[in-house]
Structures are given as C-alpha cells and as structure tokens.
C-alpha cells in the first residue's frame, strides 16, 4: 500500500479525464491511448485491440502469463458532458479536495487507482503466482460490444473485480438492465379527414399505459439487496406534422433486470401486454425488439473473492460497511453469465450522486484509497 504513488495517480486520472471519449458518438481511443502509456510506464504488458473503427478495448497485465488469476473489468467510455456545467467538463479541474470532469467518477477514477495499484506491485510487490489483467472495454454506456469482444477471447480469470463507483462497499449484488423498442405502425392522413387515417400515437399511448401497468406489477417481488425490478418509458417519437395524422411512433423502454431475470424475458412481458391491446382491430401494427442487455449477477457473501477483497478494504482504511447491492448495471455481469467468473463491483465515487451528472467530480483521498484496496487485495488473492 505504501508503494502506491499518489501523485502520479492523481496526474493519471487528470490526463485521462481530459481526453474526451463521450458515448455516443462513442470515440474512446485517445483516451486508451493515454493509459497504454501509462501502463507501459507501469511495466506492464499492454496490448491494444481494435474493436470498431477509432474505438478499441485495451488489455494490460503483470504476472505470469498463465490462466487463472484476476481481472480488473472497466470502461473507457463515458456519458457526454452534457449541458448545464459550472467549468470546462473536460479540464480535470481539482477543487476542495475533488477532481472534476466528465468520467471522473463513472469510471476513471477506478481505472486510475487500477493502474496505480498494479504499478506498486510491479515495483514492490512479492511475484506474481497468478495473473491479474486489466480489461478496459468501449462502449459500456450504449451497447456492451467491447466487452463482448473481449469475452470472445475467452478469458480464463478465477475472479473479476470492477472498480465502477460504489464509494468503496463491497458490491455482491447488482441489478441488471435492457432496452425493448417499440414501434407501433398506423396510416397517414390529412387531420382535416382523420377518419381516413389509423392513428399511431394512440396506439402508442396504449402501450405505454401497459408499460406501466407491467411496472406495478414487479413491485410485489423484491430482492433483499437490490430492491424491486422496473420498467421505465425513456422515450417516444412519432408523427410528421401537427395536421398529419402520424403513420408511426416508436417507444424506447428500459427494463431494469434482478438476478434470474432475462431480457427474453422482458421481451415476452411486452409482447404478452401489447398482444392483450389488440390494436389490430384499430387498423394499427406493433412490435417489439430487444436492442441490448446487460445481465444481473449475484455472488455469495462467504465467496473467497468476496472476503478477501472486503477484508482488504478494512484493512487498508476504507469505511466499515456492510456488503451492499448496486442498483446500476455493469459489465460484471456479462463475465458472470458468459464466461463463469464470479465478479464483486468496488470503486472509488458515488454512481448515485456523481455519475452522469453535471459537474461530476470524485474525492481524490478516496480514488488513492481505492488503489491501496486493490494492492492489498491482490497481493492476498495472487501471491498466497
């Protein structure tokens, strides 16, 4: 813990908060290309994998290159910055003990204390029996492609550790999500002879009074960490002009997930409701697709993972709290679901107060914090 060089951390996190890599468009590689450089600094093995045009995953280790050990799962995209913002969103402005800056919380900030923690154990650490590797995917904020290229790699970790903003709680619990569009298809007409028409936005209203109807229903079934699932109307579009009558309107829906719960399940809730509208005897059509899904984990509090790495957190001066749930999703669960490897989510900042906010910002104290965590915790998983 005490190798762990707080000021080159705090420089890291500046230089990778001031290279820009907003989703959407979705443009992450100047700001992978920051922290390859930091990670061959670092003397760690870097490779850098072109996933999509200007957006590619990077992948660095230390240790032996072997299977097992652990993977440290993060993103390099963030949210756009976004309106309303009292500085620069991209000048890593330090303030009162806060760094601010878009991605500064969600999640640079855990990159950040990442690299510094694999750094001070290649500098100072025992050697490595196993591997820990960092994966820091694109496109966690749209649709998850970088780490489903990475997983089709087939990793081989024992565990997966993904430093997202949690305020250093050991995170065993997190909700899933997934998006269902809708599009509910009509006939245009002249408004002056709207009979002539079928109106697609009435259609439209129709369903989403289903969707809410489907949100109430989940509030009866609750898990003890995670709470309830949800549904919830993110946005609607439809109609040409206001003496048209619209010939479509489509609905993009979010679908929180708990552990169990798919979104083919999710799916056919949707298409049972909009079936029951019977919107065909009004001359109308409508369908549903699922557009993205990133899954909901759980892993047992006794895991070793699970206790070695909140043991680490006490030890090395984090906040005594018990193990929590996250209500936000993450790319954990894809490594759960598709590769096997039980993952816990701990990081540096507040998903609830910081991220994809204006002025989104971390407390310094606790990013260098969250770096003396993984260093100790690593040291106990990969070298005992």
Same mark, same amino acid.
């Given at each position: 813990m005490g190798a762990v060089d707080e000021a080159a951390l705090i420089a890291l996190l500046q230089g990778l908060v001031q290279s820009p890599s907003p989703n959407p468009p979705g443009c992450e590689e100047q700001t992978v290309a920051y922290l390859a450089n930091a990670c061959e600094a670092a003397g760690l093995s870097v490779e850098v994998d072109p996933v999509l045009p200007g957006r590619p995953n990077l992948y660095a280790s230390l240790g032996p290159p072997e299977r097992g050990g652990l993977l440290v799962l993060g993103h390099t995209d963030t949210v756009p910055s976004g309106d309303g913002w009292t500085c620069e969103p991209f000048a890593a402005r330090i303030e009162s003990g806060r760094l601010?800056?878009? !991605? #500064?919380?969600?999640?640079? !900030?855990?990159?950040? $204390?990442? /690299?510094?923690?694999?750094?001070?154990? #290649? *500098?100072?650490?025992?050697?490595? %029996?196993?591997? /820990?590797?960092?994966?820091?995917?694109?496109?966690?904020?749209? =649709?998850? =492609? !970088?780490?489903?290229?990475?997983?089709?790699?087939?990793?081989?970790?024992?565990?997966? +550790?993904?430093?997202e903003p949690t305020e250093l709680e050991t995170v065993i619990a997190c909700r899933g999500n997934c998006y269902v569009e809708l599009v509910v298809e009509g006939r245009a007409a002249h408004a002056g002879s709207a009979e002539l028409g079928r109106n697609a936005i009435?259609?439209?209203v *129709?369903?989403?009074?289903?969707? %809410? %109807?489907?949100?109430?229903?989940?509030? #009866?079934?609750?898990?003890? +960490?995670?709470?309830?699932?949800?549904?919830?109307? !993110?946005?609607?579009?439809?109609?040409?002009?206001?003496?048209?009558?619209?010939?479509?309107?489509?609905?993009?829906?979010? %679908? =929180?997930l708990l552990p169990g719960q798919s979104g083919a399940q999710a799916l056919s809730e949707v298409e049972g409701a909009l079936g029951e509208l019977a919107l065909e005897d009004d001359g109308l059509e409508a369908r549903a697709e699922l557009v993205m899904e990133i899954p909901s984990f759980?892993?047992?509090?006794?895991?070793?993972?699970?206790?070695?790495?909140?043991?680490?957190? +006490?030890?090395?001066?984090?906040p005594e =709290?018990?193990?929590?749930?996250?209500?936000?999703?993450?790319?954990?669960?894809?490594?759960? *679901?598709? $590769?096997?490897?039980?993952?816990?989510?701990?990081?540096?900042?507040? /998903? $609830?107060?910081? $991220?994809?906010k204006r002025d989104e910002s971390v407390e310094l104290a606790e990013v260098v914090l969250a770096a003396r965590v993984y260093a100790l915790a690593l040291l106990r998983l990969l070298t005992a």
């Open positions: 601010v800056g878009r !991605g #500064a919380a969600d999640m640079k !900030g855990g990159l950040a $204390a990442a /690299v510094a923690a694999m750094d001070a154990l #290649a *500098r100072a650490g025992p050697p490595l %029996r196993e591997p /820990v590797t960092l994966a820091a995917v694109i496109d966690e904020e749209e =649709r998850g =492609r !970088g780490v489903r290229a990475f997983l089709a790699r087939r990793p081989q970790a024992r565990y997966a +550790l993904v430093p009435y259609g439209a *129709r369903a989403v009074e289903s969707i %809410r %109807r489907l949100d109430r229903e989940l509030a #009866a079934d609750t898990h003890p +960490l995670l709470g309830r699932a949800a549904w919830s109307v !993110g946005t609607i579009h439809g109609g040409t002009a206001t003496a048209m009558v619209p010939a479509a309107c489509s609905i993009s829906v979010d %679908r =929180r759980e892993v047992a509090s006794d895991h070793p993972l699970v206790q070695i790495a909140h043991r680490a957190s +006490l030890d090395a001066g984090a =709290r018990p193990l929590s749930g996250w209500t936000a999703a993450c790319d954990g669960g894809y490594v759960m *679901r598709d $590769a096997g490897i039980p993952a816990i989510v701990l990081g540096p900042g507040s /998903v $609830a107060e910081q $991220a994809h």
